[in-house]
């Protein structure tokens, strides 16, 4: 399966210049220490793409990441193993990346003792530590993953990553497996312990009623690039691109609470190896022109914290 994404750069840092997420064909994400950026988009779209190459599990097809400032490809040893670990990874399916032979304490505790991290001693102490952290009991350190429910798995599978220290989380649909009652619940510890820990997180899901509560700037995408990004509350507000528009407005209400399915749109999502010329968007959007049809809209700024890919909001030399 070939990869979508084109470019990715991404450097983390608490100091120097602003760091940035850059990704798929020439649009920049930028993404600041500390910070939550929710990327939505729908399955096929690319991001879990993106959301693997930030982590260095995927190289980048073209593009470069940068890790507080460095390009990924020239750190080498020590370095390299610093950026594995710092920049983490939540699954979806937690039960899928845990291994059933394995039991829970050596499961969070398994990089710190691959890793050597922290002396032989004190990695007991550091597993009931993050277990503590993520609402799990002690007792359940000698326990194999299939005797947990989904959402504690979840949690299992979030000390994991924490165990190690991480700045960053990548979080692919970490709760999209999750019933909608322990949704709530899990990005509410993803919350608490961003709060604790300071992290920076991209939080990755289909459904923006869920990134909505956790990200402090949300990016769309459609079928390989972001169309739209901006902070939340002003993209919820008044969403520019008519993509996130119908995806806004098919976020369930809070009076229903139930997550319908994600069809916000008529019409098949397009091939991503086959996008339609022009604005990709142009087959379902019902304000389609008909440069739509034939030129790309770029991502320009269109307000202090917005940018748009969409010819509605592009200025004239654009077009
Ligand atoms: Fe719709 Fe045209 Fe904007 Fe694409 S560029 S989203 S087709 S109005
Ligand atoms: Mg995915």
Known sequence: KPSLTQRIVTALGRTGPPPALRAVDDVTLRIRAGEVVGLVGESGCGKSTLARVATGILPPSAGEVFYKGRPVTELTGKDRLNYLLKVQMVFQDPYASLNPRMKVGQLVGEALRVHKLVPKNEVGERTRGVLKEVGLDLGYMDRYPHQFS?????????ARALAVEPDFLVCDEPVSALDVSIQAQVINLFMDVRERRGLTYLFVSHDLGVVRH??????????GRIVEIGTAAELFAKPAHPYSQALIRAIPSA?????????????????????????????????AMPICREVRPPLVQISPDRSAACHLHSTSESV
């Open 214 to 223: 956790i990200s402090d700037r949300v990016a769309i995408m459609y079928l």
């Open 255 to 287: 009076v229903t609470r139930r997550r319908r399915a994600f069809t916000p749109l008529k019409g098949e999502l397009p091939s991503a190896l086959s996008p339609p010329p022009g604005c990709a968007f142009h087959p379902r959007c019902e304000h």
């Open 150 to 158: 989904g959402g504690q798995r979840q949690r299992i599978g979030i």
